[in-house]
């Protein structure tokens, strides 16, 4: 079913926003953490008529090439990327070469793994802990639904009683089920995660998602 049609939910499309958390690219023990990885790799270099490596330096590299092709695929060179926290472990002159491959306009929500991004602030359009992205035109066609954007999941945020989405990365998915079970309107974005399943996450994906969930009433009530 597609989002759209769920609860009469009207969805302005707005493909050019996305959201991803969690890339690790270059960390070397990001497969070991993370084997779920290795199987939706194995399938891409499949598809692709690559041949998969089988050791662990091989298969971080890759990886990069893996999310560059599947950021690539998926948004526009108009496109926007919101980026919830660690992005890279490579260093700073081997980062500039990597987002410079990357379409879009790029927003950094730091995480506990950017420590190489002092000198690459003309790379993004912004460099912050916690930031908020309105979109607009929703549900009833003149809404505006905001999400809360951090790197670590919050217990609480700005307008979380008004219905405000928060975004979140940092665990894996290991977050997935409580968001889930406890009805909260929280949601991991990282590359690992339920929502994501190795790509990035579209506005009308995480307006869907909480419409399925039979949480739409409560989203975006008011957002000023």
Known sequence: ???????????????????????????????????????????????????????????????EKWIIDVWNRTVTKKGSVYILGDFSFKSAKENEKLLSKLHGKKYLILGNHDGNVDSLVNYFQYIKQIAEYKAKGYKDGDST????????????????????????????????????????????????SDLAHYTLVSVEQIIGYFSMRSEERRVGKECR
């Not at 194995?42 to 089988?54: G, K, L, S, T």
């Not at 909260?184 to 590359?191: K, Y």
Request: proline share 5%; glycine share 6%; charged share 25%.
């Open 145 to 192: 639904i905001c999400f809360e954007m951090c790197h670590y999941p919050m217990r609480s945020w700005n307008r979380m009683q008004h219905g405000t989405l928060h975004l979140h990365g940092h665990c894996h998915n290991r977050l997935s089920k409580e968001n889930f079970v406890n009805g909260l309107l929280r949601v991991d974005v990282g590359w690992d």
């Open 1 to 63: 079913m597609e989002p759209s049609s769920v609860n009469s939910v009207i969805i302005k499309p707005e493909p050019k926003v996305f959201f991803t958390a969690d890339l690790h690219i270059g960390h070397k023990n990001i497969l070991k953490h993370c084997p779920g990885r290795i199987a939706a790799m194995r399938d891409w270099a499949w598809r692709n008529n690559i041949e998969f490596p089988e050791d662990e330096v091989s298969q971080v590299e890759l990886m």
